[in-house]
């Protein structure tokens, strides 16, 4: 009896409170075969590149999928998720540069709480980073992917000291050799064969993920503890 009047007014907590919201920018969304719905926001999503929100890449799929992962089994419109496209198969850098600018821009106006960046242009980028910025200081958390070019990280992971930036750990714990490090890298988790949304991907994309699914499970717990 407990544990349904407990569960009971959890749901109605859930029901007539926000849902904690996370901003994916990537590249879209498809459907895939053999995989739950996820919960998305009913506003805020959008593309900067092309006329639809496909995933011709595969890669947001697996992000998104990813990251709903960590929040499986808490309630029902705890939470949901807003998909930004900037990047396609055929998008140049510099083009993704400046989709990725617009897509950070887009998200202020949004009142996230939590954002995923599972990408890595390499170039210090001025405008990148003020975005980046505004958010920061606005209280959206930002997690990043720290790149898998075994060095450094580069933008946006090195936008900002405040951002989460992940690395990517083998199955076994030791680090990726192909997961970029340093100093600035400030969290590392398994992001080796991680199979989600209809596909197998292994990088410090996948690692953010989880890293991001994990910091929203936790902000769902306290929001609804």
């Given at each position: 009896?407990?544990?349904?009047?407990?569960?009971t007014l959890l749901s109605l907590q859930v029901a007539q409170a926000k849902p904690v919201i996370v901003a994916v920018v990537d590249t879209g969304y498809s459907v895939p075969q053999n995989e739950s719905n996820l919960p998305f926001c009913k506003f805020g999503h959008a593309t900067f590149v092309?006329?639809?929100?496909?995933?011709?890449?595969?890669?947001?799929?697996?992000?998104?999928?990813?990251?709903?992962?960590?929040?499986?089994?808490?309630?029902?419109?705890?939470?949901?998720?807003?998909?930004?496209?900037?990047?396609?198969?055929?998008?140049?850098?510099?083009?993704?540069?400046?989709?990725?600018v617009k897509s950070l821009r887009w998200i202020k106006k949004l009142n996230v709480n939590i954002v995923n960046l599972s990408y890595e242009g390499g170039h210090a980028n001025s405008a990148e980073r003020l975005a980046i910025k505004r958010l920061l200081d606005s209280g959206i958390k930002v997690v990043?992917?720290?790149?898998?070019?075994?060095?450094?990280?580069?933008?946006?992971?090195?936008?900002?000291?405040?951002?989460?930036?992940?690395?990517?750990?083998?199955?076994?714990?030791?680090?990726?050799?192909?997961?970029?490090?340093?100093?600035?890298?400030?969290?590392?988790?398994?992001?080796?064969?991680?199979?989600?949304?209809?596909?197998?991907m292994t990088g410090t994309s996948q690692a953010t993920a989880i890293a991001t699914g994990k910091m929203l499970r936790k902000m769902i717990e306290r929001k609804f503890k």
């Amino acid at each position: 009896m407990k544990i349904f009047i407990a569960a009971t007014l959890l749901s109605l907590q859930v029901a007539q409170a926000k849902p904690v919201i996370v901003a994916v920018v990537d590249t879209g969304y498809s459907v895939p075969q053999n995989e739950s719905n996820l919960p998305f926001c009913k506003f805020g999503h959008a593309t900067f590149v092309g006329n639809d929100m496909k995933d011709n890449v595969g890669h947001g799929t697996n992000i998104a999928h990813t990251i709903a992962a960590q929040v499986r089994g808490l309630p029902k419109g705890s939470w949901c998720m807003v998909v930004i496209k900037f990047f396609d198969k055929d998008t140049n850098a510099g083009d993704a540069e400046s989709n990725s600018v617009k897509s950070l821009r887009w998200i202020k106006k949004l009142n996230v709480n939590i954002v995923n960046l599972s990408y890595e242009g390499g170039h210090a980028n001025s405008a990148e980073r003020l975005a980046i910025k505004r958010l920061l200081d606005s209280g959206i958390k930002v997690v990043a992917a720290a790149g898998n070019r075994n060095t450094k990280p580069g933008f946006p992971a090195a936008a900002d000291p405040r951002i989460t930036v992940v690395g990517n750990l083998q199955e076994e714990g030791v680090r990726h050799p192909t997961s970029n490090f340093g100093d600035s890298v400030n969290r590392w988790e398994i992001g080796t064969n991680i199979c989600a949304g209809g596909r197998c991907m292994t990088g410090t994309s996948q690692a953010t993920a989880i890293a991001t699914g994990k910091m929203l499970r936790k902000m769902i717990e306290r929001k609804f503890k």
